[in-house]
């Protein structure tokens, strides 16, 4: 198999108004008594009422959730678009996908939700297969969910021991196993520098090559005992091996490559006057999103100097929020993954509908 690094190669590295949003994400669609554990969602969505009136549901609405997850944000997105708003909820993790479809049986049953496994760079497809072509509205919440930190089979967290995976989708794509013992050092070292911004990449790509040439790393805890061994965390600081699990974490699932593929897609779905929301949790993602929603704002690509525009591209989007939604002190401090959450809206102008 080949292994690249950087798969996204290429990548060429305000504030809504607020309105009091009650988060009752099961009051209407969920079956009280469908699916026991199976139905449990320990994720608590982001800046929920801040998501909501940037993407302003209306009732027979269709929107695209391309990050389904726990269905927090899609449970609202149902409830402000009822009684005949649509949602399709694409997720990449089959276990996601099992829990949403056992929490909401109701709204599956009656049309409403439309679970669909897949990965949103792949987002025109699904939506055209499943009829939602064109949206009313899609929203991108980025990363990884409470419950797959949660499940210590998956081998996001070095809280527990467990198999080194970290696969959205564990059915395709090298593992962080496989990048951890296949990819030469220096492939290693850039890694988790670009993704993980770990300036110790190099020591610590070193220390996983002399180990793995005694056997291979396949458990969380060895990894990250290993990192602990070349970077010595301060007392009250995060975990040493925050940044190399968080750089691995991207490269496995190629986010960043999947996003920027997502991007311009979803803007192409957008009916006019649709609402593309994305919220982004570091800074590389949140780039890729300002860039995207700029160039399109823009629309002329010609150099500056050029007296007059040659390239005949027009602006498809106005951007609702100037400067990223981020969450507040009291939803920081009741949700911990809220705190480097970052919101962005744009609107598709309504000149350039599909
Ligand atoms: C932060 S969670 C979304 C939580 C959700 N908004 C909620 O309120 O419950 C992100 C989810 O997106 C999924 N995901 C991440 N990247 C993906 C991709 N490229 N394609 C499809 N799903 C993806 C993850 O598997 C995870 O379940």
């Known amino acids: 198999m080949l ?30 008594d469908a699916g026991g554990d199976l139905a449990a969602t ?9 998501t909501l ?42 276990a996601a996908l099992a829990r949403v479809r056992a929490r909401l049986a109701g709204a599956v049953a009656a049309g409403r939700l439309i679970p669909r496994q897949g990965n949103f760079a792949q987002i025109a497809q699904l939506a055209a297969a499943a009829g939602f072509s064109p949206a009313d509205g899609i929203l991108l919440d980025l990363g990884l969910s409470s ?19 970290m696969r959205f989708d564990p059915t395709r794509g090298p593992s962080a196993a496989e990048l951890v013992n296949t990819l030469d050092e220096t492939a290693l070292a850039d890694v988790l520098y670009r993704y993980g911004e770990e300036r110790r990449s190099r020591p610590i ?49 190629d986010e960043l490559g999947s996003l920027e593929a997502a991007l311009p897609a979803a803007l192409d779905l957008l009916a006019a006057g649709g609402r593309l929301a994305v ?25 500056p100097e050029l007296p007059a525009c040659v390239c005949g591209r027009a602006p498809r989007l106005r951007i609702l929020t100037r400067h990223p939604i981020v969450a507040g002190e009291d939803e920081q401090a009741r949700n911990p993954r809220a705190r480097s959450a970052k919101l962005r809206v744009a609107q598709r102008l309504e ?3 599909p």
Do not use: W
């Not at 690249?4 to 009280?32: Q, W």
């Not at 919220?279 to 150099?303: M, N, T």
């Open 147 to 165: 419950d797959q930190l949660a499940d210590r089979q998956r081998g996001f967290s070095f809280a527990a021991d467990a198999p080194l995976d």
């Open 3 to 32: 292994l690249t690094p950087f798969p996204h190669e290429g990548y060429r590295a305000g504030r809504l108004g607020r309105t009091n949003t009650i988060l009752r994400p099961d009051n209407f669609i969920a079956e009280p």
């Open 279 to 303: 919220i982004s949790f570091h800074s590389l993602e949140d780039r890729i999103v300002k860039r995207f929603f700029q160039a399109e704002e823009r629309g002329c690509v010609c150099p």
């Open 42 to 50: 320990v994720h608590v969505p982001v800046l929920p009422a801040e």
């Open 205 to 253: 790509a070193r220390r996983i090559v002399e180990r793995r040439a005694r056997a291979s790393i396949e458990r969380t805890g060895e990894l990250a005992g290993l990192v602990a061994g070349v970077i010595h965390g301060r007392p009250g600081g995060i975990h040493p091996a925050t940044r190399t699990f968080q750089a691995l974490r991207i490269a496995v699932n």
């Open 351 to 353: 000149t350039s509908s």
């Open 53 to 94: 009136d940037g993407l302003a549901p209306r009732p027979g609405g269709r929107y695209i959730d391309g990050t389904l997850g726990g269905a927090g944000h899609a449970a609202l997105l149902l409830e402000r678009s009822a009684p005949d708003g649509r949602v399709l909820g694409i997720d990449a993790d089959p």
